[in-house]
């Protein structure tokens, strides 16, 4: 579910103890990284301040373990055709059903009583030695997750 207070884009699928995101994070002129890039690149940090342009996957498996992974070259069109694809299957599905989200994820969904969806989330990092991970996720209403999926693509357009 939306609502990380974390600044940028961002799509949350899951609960507190196992989720699947996709975020770009938006750089903020007060975080001591940022401060320090920008003294180390001799400008002043308002000038990294805004949206960062690199995707991420972040997850969480329900176990106490989670981790995240930066997917470089991913443009907006990409997590946007995601959601876009996710939203048509949970108005239209009343089984059932797969969102293939390229290389590195796949959401497979099943009814999980009336009016809520459960998850499976293949994730497979980028790199030789990743290891893939799988994310279960609990119910999650239907209602909540359009209303989601809205606010995500209508902050990318």
Known sequence: MSGSPMAGPALFLGGEDAYV?????????????????????????????????????????????????????VRNTEPAGFAEQLRAELGASAGPFTVDGGAVLRLDARPAGPDAYAFTARL??????????????????????????????????
């Not at 176990?63 to 992974?69: K, L, T």
């Not at 990743?130 to 279960?136: D, F, L, N, Q, S």
């Not at 209602?143 to 809205?150: E, I």
């Open 21 to 73: 995101a996709f975020v770009r994070p938006e750089l903020d002129p007060a975080d001591p990284d940022v401060i320090r890039a920008a003294a180390e690149a001799g400008v002043d940090p308002a000038e990294f301040a805004g949206p960062g342009d690199t995707w991420a996957v972040l997850y969480e498996t329900g176990d106490g373990e989670g981790d995240g992974f930066d997917l470089p070259g």
């Open 124 to 157: 497979t990092p980028p790199g030789d030695d990743a290891a893939p991970v799988t994310v279960e996720t609990g119910p999650l209403p239907v209602a909540a997750l359009l209303t989601d999926l809205d606010a995500f693509l209508e902050s990318l357009a």
